[in-house]
Each structure stands twice: as structure tokens, then as C-alpha cells.
């Protein structure tokens, strides 16, 4: 859901409940669009400190507490200046939101230089590329923003020191809180377009989402046109519409994310957020949260690191898939040009046959026909009539001598190429899993030592003992089994070898899916044989083993289990690469939804 005034709504209601009453403690300008203000809570309300974060970025306007700590300049700007000499340890009065606008009005008491009490508003416009935070005084006189507005800027309101502050009213919507039935009818009447554009259009504070939830509530479809619609259905459209604006009235809100569902069933990439029970998003997956808050925070920390990672690794991406095409055609060209040389040997038994059978060939024939005393059957042998018999016993020999160097040759590249393939599907598995700067550092500098990519001058500090720069550190993941069991799993490979070679002792459980790229998984035995620890252990290790591989999006993978000390690393493998020769093998489910992540 947009930042609509649904959502400002929920907002208004927690910091209500949260910081009214409370005094300013601090102030910070974090961004030239962006303001922190440090307030301590009324005694009734708990005490201690809450950070209250203000941003009117025209890209992405916010508004919500939070416990992060913003580095603020050294030199602060002129706004955030004005805004300590009046407002330090000011007291909120009260946090309003005129009607369902996208708006909130916090009123400050405080005393003047004099000594004299006064009040000051300051109000946080949440309104997309006219987003804005301004400084009022007692007659809504603008005192300063963060942003100004000039008449060659907008022809509706001007924005700047002095000027009357007021609320454009340039579509003339409605307040649907306090919309009657005769109201909304003659709305819904009067519209020929989708009842839920018309509801946008309409009305101030709804998103498009909203909307469309309460057509869904209706039980009626999206693409009807609203003035079509018999009284019946406008009755069911009005008592959803009344319904949901008599919770938002109430303060009756219920945070929650919704996911998109992955392979697993699991919650996977955030797609939207509420306020309101969205009942039209049934295939995702419902995060509950305790509070506007933090749901906002989670939400777009999750957005950013999902598009963020994701446009980092673009590049990754590429070049592994541009590489792994080539290695792929590379791989199909040669086994082609080996099973052409299969036939080799048929050559090699051609010229023995003619040096064997040659005087009986007449000269200027063109083939002959001989018994071949491997087979005991004929042979028929065709020939190059300006040849004689062992000069066409000699061609075939060369023939066959240079397709057995072929094959020899192609045997070597064919390993080699299918080496570089599962190396490059197992780093593009790894890129599937990747979550932070540390990880894909991990994966790009594993390319540059494998010689994918050329190395780079990172402006990071040097490492004195091994002279080269120091890659952000990043951690296999930990997981605990429901028996308490420690599960190690490798996010890149890297990680891989760390896990199996460095961190698992010889009696510890090592886990990976069966003929496919995925994580190396170790499950911690605690000195303990294969025989003591719990089976349900050995299923949810697999299920992580199942989870991080390239079969994540079946329901089940096959999955070799062995003791850490039978796997070994040849001499001079790429990274992650192992052998075994004995292992066991359990089919396990990629459900991981029950596995509880450890944050070392």
C-alpha cells in the first residue's frame, strides 16, 4: 500500500499513544530532506527515549519511530537550527491529522526567550514530490521548511517564510470520515469508470490498494463501471466503505507486510504493507507487527536490501550467465566433436585389413570387400582408386591417429569446461542467496581469483601482512535444530570451504544435494556417532541442504549425508569443490520454515 492516510492515520494513533506529552531532547538534520527528533516519552508512557524519524524526500517521504541512530553533520543546517532554539525541550501538546490528508501536525509548548509559554506546529507533508516539513508559528504563519516552495515552483501555494500556511484543496475530495450514505451514493452514482478509481478519485486519503480492498470486500469485480451498478451492490459497497472507515475512526489498525510466497511456502521479497487487513492479497504470505512503526521500517529496510542487492549483483549476474553460455555451447561443440570420434577405431581396423588382405587387390579399385578375422564377418573397405593398397592402409592410419589425439585432447578440455560450468552454476546459486554487501564482496573476489573478472582498486585499507584489501566480513548462516543441534550453512563457496575444512571437526555431518550446485551444510555432532543423534536432526539438515541449492523450487531433493572426515578437497579444486566416494542419502523436503536462525 501507498503512504496513504490510512496509513498516516495508523501513525497518528501510535504517537499519540507514544510520544503526546513527551519533550524534545534532541534534534538532528540527518539529510538535507531528512530530521530526527530524540523525545523523552511522558512518565505514563514508559520513559526512556524514542527516536522520532522525519523525511521528506521527495523519492520516498517517511514518518515513523525507530531505534536506528543516524550520523547528523558536524555543521548543522539553518533549518534544524531554528528548529533547537525553539523547540529544545519543547513538549508535544498534541499530534493531529486534519481529516484522512497525508499530514500530521505536531503542536510544541514552550517558552520563549522571555520566559513566556508559547506554541509552535510543525507539519510533516507526506505527498510524494511535494512532500515537505514546515515550521509554523501560533496563527499557522510559516516560519521556515525544509524545502521552498517559490511561485515560478508551484502556482497553488507558496512555501516560504511568512507565508499563510494552508492546505491546497486542488481536487476537491471529500473527507470520507465523515461521508454519509446519501453522500456516497450520489458519488458512486455519478461515476462512470471502476468503482475503485472512482473511490481514489473521490475521496482524500485512499490508495489505489485501499480501494480495491473494499470493492474485494464487496464481493464485487474490479473492472465493473460504478455507475452500472444496481442499488444493491452500491449497498454492499457502501457498508464495506462504511465498515472500514469506522476502524481507521476507532483506531482499530492491524499492521502487516505481505510477502510473496516462495518455493517453500515461506515468506519470500516484501510486496506491500498495511494498516487494514488486505484480503484481496490471499497468495501472499501475512506478516503480522506490533506496530505502524516497525512494520514501516522493516518493510522498506527489506525493499531496499532486495532492489539493492539485487541491482549490485546485476553485474555479477551478467557476466556469470554471459560466461556460462559460452561454456555451455563450448561443452555441447566438443561432446559432439567426441562422439564423431568414436568411430576411430573402425579406421584402425581398415588398415590392418588392407595390409593384411592388400595383394589381393586389384590396382585402381575403388573399394574391396575382405573378411575381418576380429568379427569373422566381411567388411566392405572403400578406397581411393589412385592409391595403392598400403598407401590406403597408411591414410587410414593417419586418420585414425588423428582422431585418437582429438579424442585424447577433447577428453581434457570436456573436463575442464564441465568443471568451469559446475563452478559458475554453483557461484549463480550463491548470488541467488546473497543479502548483503559482504556477501557479493565474497562472490566477486572468488571470480577475480578464478580469473572471471579483472581485480579492482576497492579504496579499502590495505592488509599489511598479505598487501590487499580487506573484504567486508560476511558469516555462514547458523541455524538450530529442534534438538539443539548447531547447523552450519554456506552461503557462497567460500563459505563452503570455511564450514567443511575450518569450522567442522571429522565426526561432524556433512550435507549436499545430490548432483546439483547448492550450499555445503554441517551439522555439529558434538563428538557424538552418526547413530546417537536424533533422525529428526538429520531431516532438517537436509531440508537446509535441500533449501540453499538449485533444487529449492522442487518439493523434494535428493540429498547425500556423510562424516565431515571422508570428504576431501583435491589439490588445486575451485572453491567449494570436494569429493567423496561412500555416503548415505535422504530424500528431504525444502521446508525451512520451522528452522530458527541464530544471530552470532
Known sequence: MAFDGITVAGLCKELQDTVTGGRVYKIAQTDKNELVLTIRPAVEQGGGQVRLYLSADPSLPLVYLTRVSRQAPLQAPAFCMLLRKHL???????????GLERILRFRFEHRNEMGDLCTHVLAVEIMGKHSNIIFLDDKDMIVDSIRHVSSLVSSVREVLPGRPYFIPDTQSKKNPLTETREGF?????GGHMEAAKLLVRSYTGFSPVAAQEIVHRAGLSQDRSAAMLPDSEKQSLWECFESLT???????FSPEMYCRRNETGSAGAPVDFSLIPLSHYADCVKV???????????????????????QRSADLRHIVQTILERDVHKYDLQCRQIRDTEKRDKYKVYGELLNAYGYSILPGADSCEVDNYYTGEK??????????????????????????????????????VKAEIDHLRSIQNALEFSTTDADLSQIRREMEESGYLRRRYTGQKKDAKKGRARAPQSKPLHY???DGYDIYVGKNNTQNDEITFRIADGRDIWFHANDMPGSHVLLRSGGKSMDEIPDRAFEEAASLAAYYSSGRSQDKVEIDYLERRNVKKPSGAAPGFVVYYTNYSILARTDISGLREVND
Open 88 to 98: 529544545q525541550n519543547a513538549r508535544i501538546l498534541s499530534i493531529e491529522q486534519p
Open 246 to 252: 469506522r476502524e481507521i475512526r476507532e483506531g482499530h
Open 480 to 482: 538450530l535444530s529442534s
Open 288 to 310: 503480522p507487527y506490533e506496530s505502524p512503526s516497525v512494520l514501516l521500517e522493516d518493510f522498506y529496510a527489506r525493499k531496499n536490501l532486495y532492489t539493492r542487492i539485487r
Open 379 to 416: 567388411v566392405r573397405i572403400p578406397l581411393d582408386p589412385t592409391l595403392s593398397a598400403q598407401q590406403n592402409a597408411q591414410k587410414y592410419f593417419d586418420r585414425y591417429a588423428r582422431m585418437k589425439r582429438t579424442h585424447e585432447a577433447l577428453t581434457r578440455l570436456t573436463v575442464e
Open 185 to 189: 451514493f450520489h458519488v458512486i452514482s
